[in-house]
C-alpha cells in the first residue's frame, strides 16, 4: 500500500527535525525526518550536480529519485530541469517531509505554480517496486499509462558508522532497483539516464563490481564516474552517470565545489576508463634545497585526474611524487605552479619552495632547536603538514605558534616529510 504527498497541499504537522541549509543563498530551512540531517544533499551541491545534468541530451519524462530522503537533489534536479519529479521514499514521515520541502524550494524560487510542480508527487512506498509505484501515479492522476521516466536517480542508504562496507549493504540495493524500474526507463540518445549515487568509501575493486552489475542490464552502456569534494581534502559524493546523463567522451570527473557559494564550481576531466589505474607512484628520491614542493587536494589525486590538471598549471617539466596517497599527497617540481585562478588554488593545500633541510625527530624536546633553523630564514609563522600523533600535533603546533608569535619574521611556511624519512623540509609558502 502507497501513500502519494501533493506537495502543493501537503502540510508540516507532525515535522520536527528542520534547519537551515547554510550552501543555500537564502539560508533555507528544510525538514529532514527520522534523523535524515546527516544524509541530506548541501543545496550546493545538488544545484551543481543538476547544472552538470541539464547539459546532458535526456529523454522526455519525469525525474524519479526512488530513495528519496529529503528531496533536495529531487527539488534541484526539478528546478533546473524544469521537469515534474517522483520521489519514493520507504519512511512515510521522510516521504512527507520530502513534498513539504519541494514546496518550499519552490517558494523560494517563486516557481510554486510552475508546470513541474502540478505533476510531481511523493509516494511513500518500496522504492524497487517500479510496477506499483508507475501504477499508482497512473491512477492518481487518473491516467492509463504508466509516467515515462526519463531519469532514475538513487542515492541508496549505507552504513553511516563504517569506513568501508559491501554493495549489498546498500538499501535499496542496485540489482533490486535495475530489476524493478528498467522496464519504465525511457531511451534517450544513449540509451536510459541513470545517475547512482554511491558512497565514497567504495574501493576501485567495488566500483568495478557496480559496472558490472550495470552491464548486466545495459550491456556497454556509456559511463562517466564523478568524484565531488567541497574540500578538506576526502570526497563527500562518488556518482557513477549512465546513458544519456554521461557526459560524451568523458569516464572521469572530478568536481571541486567552492566555499564560496557565489563561486562556479571547478570540473576537471579525463578520458580513462575505471579499469585504467591512474595511481601516481611515488619515487623516493633526496630532497634539494631551491626546488618546490606542492601538497594536493586528495580527492583530486583519488579521482585519477591530478596528471590531467597538472597539465594545466605546470610549465613542461618532470613532476615526481613524493608521497601518493593519503590525506597529503606531495609532488617536487623545480618551477611555480600558475595557480592563476581561485579555483585551481582550491586544488592545492600548500605549496612552496624549499629552503631548508632538517635532519630531527619533531617532537616538543625538539621545538627550540627547529624554531632556530626557522628564524634563520625570516619564518613567522610554520604550518605543520606531516603525520602526526592526533595527541602530539596541537602540542607542536601550539609551541611553534607562541614562540614565532614573539618574534619579527616575515615568511609564511609549512614542514613535510616524505615517508619512512625523518628529513625535516621547511617550505617557503608561494
Request: overall charge negative; some cysteine.
Amino acid at each position: 500500500m502507497v501513500k502519494i504527498f501533493n506537495p502543493a497541499t501537503v502540510s508540516n504537522d507532525g515535522l520536527t527535525e528542520l534547519s537551515p541549509d547554510p550552501t543555500s543563498a537564502g539560508r533555507i530551512v528544510l525538514y529532514h525526518a527520522s534523523e535524515g540531517k546527516p544524509l541530506a544533499t548541501p543545496w550546493q551541491v545538488a544545484l551543481t550536480r543538476s547544472r552538470m545534468l541539464s547539459e546532458c541530451d535526456l529523454p522526455e519524462g519525469f525525474v524519479l529519485d526512488c530513495a528519496c530522503g529529503s528531496g533536495i537533489q529531487l527539488a534541484a534536479h526539478m528546478a533546473i530541469l524544469q521537469r515534474p519529479g517522483i520521489g519514493i521514499e520507504l519512511d512515510e514521515q521522510r516521504a512527507q517531509a520530502s513534498a513539504f520541502n519541494l514546496k518550499t524550494i519552490a517558494l523560494h524560487r517563486n516557481e510554486s505554480e510552475a508546470e513541474y510542480m502540478e505533476f510531481s508527487r511523493i509516494i511513500s512506498g518500496d522504492g524497487r517496486d517500479g510496477e506499483a509505484a508507475s501504477s499508482a501515479i497512473a491512477e492518481h492522476f487518473q491516467r492509463e499509462e504508466y509516467p515515462a521516466i526519463a531519469l532514475l536517480h538513487l542515492d541508496p542508504a549505507r552504513p553511516r558508522n563504517s569506513r568501508t562496507h559491501g554493495l549489498e549493504e546498500m538499501a535499496p540495493r542496485l540489482d533490486e532497483v535495475f530489476a524493478g524500474w528498467s522496464p519504465f526507463l525511457e531511451d534517450g540518445p544513449n540509451g536510459p539516464a541513470l545517475l547512482l549515487d554511491l558512497s565514497p568509501r567504495l574501493s576501485n575493486q567495488q566500483q568495478i563490481d557496480v559496472e558490472r552489475l550495470v552491464d548486466l542490464v545495459w550491456p556497454k552502456i556509456a559511463r562517466t564516474w564523478v568524484w565531488t569534494s567541497r574540500g578538506r581534502g576526502r570526497v563527500d559524493r562518488l556518482a557513477l552517470w549512465l546513458g544519456s546523463a554521461a557526459i560524451k567522451g568523458v569516464a572521469r570527473r572530478f568536481v571541486r565545489i567552492p566555499p564560496n557559494i557565489a563561486e562556479e564550481a571547478h570540473i576537471v576531466s579525463g578520458g580513462s576508463p575505471l579499469s585504467t589505474d591512474l595511481s601516481p607512484v611515488a619515487k623516493r628520491q633526496p630532497p634539494r634545497r631551491g626546488e618546490r614542493i606542492s601538497i594536493l587536494d586528495a580527492a583530486l589525486v583519488e579521482s585519477g585526474l591530478a596528471e590531467e590538471w597538472l597539465q594545466t598549471v605546470t610549465k613542461s617539466e618532470k613532476i615526481s611524487w613524493g608521497v601518493a596517497g593519503g590525506r597529503r599527497p606531495q609532488i617536487h617540481h623545480d618551477h611555480p605552479l600558475r595557480l592563476e585562478s581561485p579555483a585551481d588554488r582550491h586544488l592545492v593545500q600548500a605549496t612552496g619552495r624549499v629552503v631548508a633541510l632538517v635532519r630531527m625527530k619533531l617532537e616538543l624536546s625538539t621545538v627550540d632547536q627547529l624554531v632556530e633553523t626557522l628564524l634563520e630564514h625570516d619564518i613567522s609563522k610554520l604550518t605543520l603538514r606531516t603525520n602526526l600523533d592526533p595527541d602530539l600535533q596541537p602540542k607542536l603546533q601550539g609551541a611553534l605558534d607562541r614562540q614565532l608569535s614573539r618574534r619579527h619574521g616575515r615568511r609564511d611556511a609549512f614542514l613535510v616529510q616524505q615517508s619512512g624519512d625523518e628529513m625535516l623540509l621547511i617550505c617557503v609558502a608561494e
